[in-house]
């Protein structure tokens, strides 16, 4: 089967670091990816980890671990307008298409 | 840049009527895809397409049909709607098909009767 895990909630304060953490198990591995929705938004593309190591991308980063089924997204100087869903997601295989598999996303709510 | 648009932005069906959503790139992406949000579900996928005149079944295809006449469009039919078929439907496209990230439109909410 196909299943990808991440914290429902989480909370941090403004200007803080926060790690959001993913773990996946599926039948094929081709890239994982992270993407910020913000409420009533559409998702929008954050990293792609295709390599084990991490990613960096300005105040966001994105570990990937394949041997262990791990990526986690790490959010540098939190600001207010971090406060949003962050959807982990598993490409499968190495088809014509990038079928990606989703997490049901993790809410992270900065504070002041 | 348009991107992607879907059409309507929100809609209220009552239940065993039909409905198309409909859904438009201007990237010229190959592939698209439609999926359905619901909560503590996630996104999960419903149709697929990797190119013009080709479609196929993604986790969730039961009541819905698509099509891709051209490389821009990828419209969603629902037959007969029913109330399970509540949700925000995401129209996205990836370039290159097969490892490129997904382009998502700003959804169509949709609640059936």
């Known amino acids: 089967g196909q299943n990808i895990d991440q914290p429902t909630e989480m909370t941090a304060t403004e200007g803080a670091i926060v790690q959001i953490n993913c773990t996946y198990q599926?039948?094929?591995?081709?890239?994982l990816f992270w993407y910020q929705q913000h409420a009533g938004e559409a998702p929008t593309f954050l990293s792609y980890?295709?390599?084990?190591g991490l990613e960096e991308k300005g105040r966001f980063s994105s570990f990937l671990s394949r041997s262990k089924g791990y990526s986690y997204l790490l959010l540098k100087e939190l600001q207010m307008k971090d406060s949003a869903s962050y959807l982990c997601?598993?490409?499968?295989?190495?088809?014509?298409?990038?079928?990606?598999?989703f997490g049901t996303g993790t809410l992270l709510a900065v504070q002041p | 840049t348009a991107g992607i648009t879907q059409a309507p932005t929100s809609q209220i069906l009552a239940a065993g009527r039909s409905m198309t959503l409909r859904c438009t790139q201007d990237?010229?992406?190959?592939?698209m895809y439609w999926y359905r949000q619901d909560l503590g579900l996630g996104l999960r996928l419903i149709h697929y397409?990797?190119?013009?005149?080709?479609?196929g079944k993604g986790e969730v295809p039961d009541g819905y049909s698509v099509s891709r006449a051209n490389t821009d469009d990828f419209p969603l039919t629902l037959a007969s709607a029913v109330p399970s078929q509540t949700s925000v439907y995401f129209c996205?496209?990836?370039?290159?098909?097969?490892?490129?990230?997904?382009?998502f439109g700003e959804g169509s909410r949709l609640t059936v009767l």
């Open positions: 996205a496209s990836s370039d290159p098909p097969n490892t490129g990230e997904l382009f």
């Open positions: 599926t039948s094929g591995f081709n890239g």
């Open positions: 980890n295709v390599l084990d």
């Open positions: 997601a598993v490409s499968p295989d190495g088809g014509a298409t990038n079928k990606l598999i």
């Open positions: 990237m010229r992406h190959n592939a």
């Open positions: 397409s990797n190119t013009a005149g080709t479609t």
